[in-house]
Every structure is written in structure tokens, then in C-alpha cells.
């Protein structure tokens, strides 16, 4: 493995030092470059002769984009920071870096954080990671090293991710009511709007929405200022337990939607509330003329992260002979992007027009084995009628077959989180 490591301090005092240490015979690690800038680092990332960076927290364009781009190029990272400067190391982590060294902690330090991160980099599976393993590759009694290893998940909330195939089986009428009944059953809810191709929830409360919503909490996130305050300030308050996280209204703005900052965003929600439960892109296929390049950016790429992260995934179909096979695929290409993902199949806009809800959870259990976790009735009147006037069903529609089966969904929902 290599042992080279590059530096980006601006010439300040740590930097100076650290190099010169590591140009002694015999050092642990060789300096391959004291890079001027972070794109100087990821140029030299990519020829595979570095394992590992240690930067300032000053350095410019350092983000959640840089982070993501340099682990993936196999670089670990390391952020040194100014002693005194909580804000610093703070947006450090948010960044993603967990390695980090206080400017005056020494030489010994620096080279010690350097190991750890890139120990910490080679384990191929983050979330079987060995607190005990880690912590014993530190030095004992290492001044101003600090490494985030939790010993367990942090309680915190759940994220709910609705998504389905293409043809519109109604993944945002079942994500809006969903998240407007689980905040009526008294569980404080934020709903966000993360359809990359036009997301459309702020339609669906009446919204004129100029807000920056989700593209802005990926702004202040991918440059590690996002946090609790600054996501309650992006938000629309739409009742004591519901908050409404808007999303890009145009298409075209799906660059701003950054896959490396959405685990962020999402951490930052699962502070704010017990459940938050997310709209998703139809789309998650893989552009292959893209593929080979790790760089480029993918418009699909934050779907996938979302449902990554997820804790739960709702996948949408509609219950007629084209939404089934739609549905079926969709399943089967989940697996295929999304390996660890256990999905629950909520079909909806059942109606006995098209042929029995028996019939169709037949299918879905034939075609796929996933059994059917709930069932809602078609009610186009109730929808029309809500999307309408921009307003849920639990007002358009209070009484409706369809708000009463999203009511139990809320309520199944709500026990999961509970207990899970």
C-alpha cells in the first residue's frame, strides 16, 4: 500500500514541520507534494501514489464534494485546525473528515491521525467497522488527535424513503399524506422533496416556494454549515409536528441536488425530527457513458444515496397490469443498484376494474417474493380534489376510503420507529 501522503496548509507552521520530519531517513510516510490548493490535491490523488491528505481547515473549496472525491480516489483525509477554533473542527466533521489534529498538537500527532485515517479507509465495510481495531492503531496519550468512532448508533430519528417506478403510481400523493398523517398521530415529522426531475410537494400544499429548500441545505452542507438551525430556517412549518423541506421546481437545476452532501442533510434531519420521510426520482440507473468516470457528476446519484441511507423504503406501484410490470422491474433493478435495501411494496390505486388486490399481491409475491406491506384504494376524486384546492387529504378528503388506509400505513409507520 502506499505510503505517500500530500499536504495543503498554506505554509503555515504545522505544515512546515510535518515535512520536514517526514524528509528524515526512516520516516513512517514520504511527502509527495505540499500542494497549493484542493485542486492541487485531488490532481495528485488520482494517479494512485497517495494514501493519505492532510489539509487545513482554512483551505479553500474544501467540501463535502472534495472528501467524497478523494476517498474514492483512495486517499484518506485528515483536517487540521486552529486549537481554539470550535467552529472549524466542527465543519470538519460535517464534511465528512473524522480525523482531525489540533494546529499545535505536534508532528507526533499529524503522523498518528494519518494512520488512523488510512486504516480507517482501507476497511472495505465502514458499517462493520471495529471501534476496538481502530482505537488501538492510536498511540496511547496522543495530544490534540481526535477521532470520531461511536461505540453504537446515536439514538436519533428514522428516514422513510418513498419511491417507485416510472409512470406516476403516486409516490408523492402517498409521501405528502403519509408524512401529514404520521405528524396527526403526534409524531413530529419533516417531509423532503428530493425528486432530482421536479419535485412538486410545494404544489401540493398551496406553496408558491422560492425557498432554497433541499438545494440550499446541500449548499450549506457540502461546505459543513448545516446544522440543526440552519435546516429549521430552511424549512416551511406546516403544523406543530410537520415541517416541509421544498425541492428544485426545475430540472434543470439538479446539479445543486449534491449526492455527497445528502447523507449530511440527512443526518441533520434525523436530528430535527423522530421521522422524516423523503420523495424520491423514479430514476436510478447508472448513465454508462458516465460510468468510467468517478468525477462526473450523476443526476441520479442522490436517488441512490437517499435510498441508501434510508431506514426504511416504501417502493410505490400501481395496482394494474402495467404498473405491476413496471413494478416488478423496478424491484429487481433496486436490487441490483441498492444490494442491502429491504424493501416493503405498498401498492396503490387498487380497483376492481383492473382485477382483484388478491390477484396482485399474488403476482408481486410470485415475481419477486416481497410480500405486499399495504394496500390503497384508487380515489381519483379525492386526489383531484386535494390537489386542487393544495391542500392534503386529511382536509380534501377526510373520510375516503384512500385516507383511511394511509392513515393505518401512518400508524405501521409510526410503530416501526417506535420500536425500531
Not at 170 to 195: F, K, M
Request: glycine content about 8%; proline content about 6%.
Amino acid at each position: 500500500m502506499s505510503q505517500g501522503l500530500l499536504t495543503a496548509g498554506s505554509g503555515q507552521g504545522w505544515e512546515n514541520e510535518l515535512v520536514a520530519a517526514l524528509d528524515r531517513p526512516g520516516s513512517p510516510m514520504t511527502v509527495l507534494r505540499r500542494c497549493v490548493d484542493i485542486g492541487d490535491v485531488l490532481a495528485v490523488a488520482t494517479t494512485g501514489q497517495a494514501a493519505v491528505a492532510v489539509v487545513s481547515a482554512d483551505l479553500r473549496r474544501l467540501d463535502t464534494d472534495a472528501v467524497t472525491r478523494l476517498r474514492t480516489s483512495g486517499v484518506a483525509v485528515v483536517g487540521v485546525h486552529p486549537a481554539d477554533d470550535e467552529n472549524a473542527r466542527a465543519r470538519l466533521r460535517r464534511i465528512g473528515i473524522s480525523a482531525l489534529v489540533a494546529a499545535d498538537a505536534g508532528v507526533d500527532a499529524l503522523v498518528a491521525a494519518a494512520r488512523v485515517a488510512v486504516a480507517e479507509l482501507g476497511d472495505a465495510e465502514p458499517s462493520s467497522r471495529s471501534a476496538a481495531n481502530l482505537r488501538a492503531a492510536l498511540p496511547p496519550a496522543t495530544p490534540g488527535l481526535e477521532v470520531e468512532i461511536p461505540d453504537g448508533p446515536p439514538a436519533r430519528g428514522s428516514v422513510v424513503a418513498v419511491w417507485g417506478p416510472t409512470g406516476a403510481p403516486g409516490r408523492t400523493t402517498v409521501a405528502t399524506n403519509l408524512a401529514v398523517e404520521a405528524s396527526g398521530l403526534g409524531v413530529p415529522t419533516l417531509l423532503i422533496d428530493a425528486d432530482v426531475y421536479g419535485g412538486v410537494i410545494s404544489s401540493a400544499f398551496g406553496l408558491l416556494d422560492e425557498s432554497p429548500g433541499l438545494a440550499g441545505a446541500c449548499r450549506l452542507a457540502a461546505a459543513g454549515s448545516l446544522d440543526l438551525g440552519a435546516l429549521a430556517g430552511l424549512c416551511w412549518s406546516l403544523g406543530d409536528d410537520l415541517r416541509l423541506l421544498t425541492g428544485i421546481a426545475r430540472a434543470d437545476r439538479w446539479p445543486e441536488v449534491r449526492p455527497s452532501a445528502i447523507p449530511l442533510v440527512l443526518d441533520a434531519a434525523r436530528e430535527m425530527a423522530p421521522l422524516t420521510i423523503v420523495d424520491c426520482a423514479f430514476a436510478v440507473e447508472a448513465d454508462e457513458e458516465l460510468s468510467f468516470d468517478t468525477r462526473a457528476p450523476r443526476r441520479n446519484g442522490a436517488t441512490l444515496t437517499v435510498l441508501a441511507e434510508a431506514d426504511v423504503l416504501l417502493v410505490v406501484g400501481s395496482c394494474d397490469p402495467p404498473g405491476l410490470e413496471r413494478l416488478v422491474r423496478a424491484l429487481a433493478e433496486l436490487r441490483e443498484v441498492v444490494p442491502d435495501a429491504a424493501p416493503r411494496v405498498v401498492l396503490n390505486r387498487c380497483r376492481p376494474s383492473v382485477g382483484s388486490t388478491a390477484e396482485a399481491q399474488a403476482a408481486v409475491r410470485r415475481f419477486t417474493g416481497l410480500d405486499v406491506s399495504a394496500r390503497l384504494p384508487e380515489d381519483r376524486a379525492a386526489t383531484d380534489r386535494a390537489w386542487r384546492r393544495g391542500v392534503p387529504l386529511a382536509d380534501a378528503a377526510p373520510r375516503s376510503a384512500l385516507r383511511s388506509a394511509v392513515v393505518e400505513l401512518a400508524r405501521s409507520m409510526a410503530q416501526l420507529i417506535r420500536t425500531g
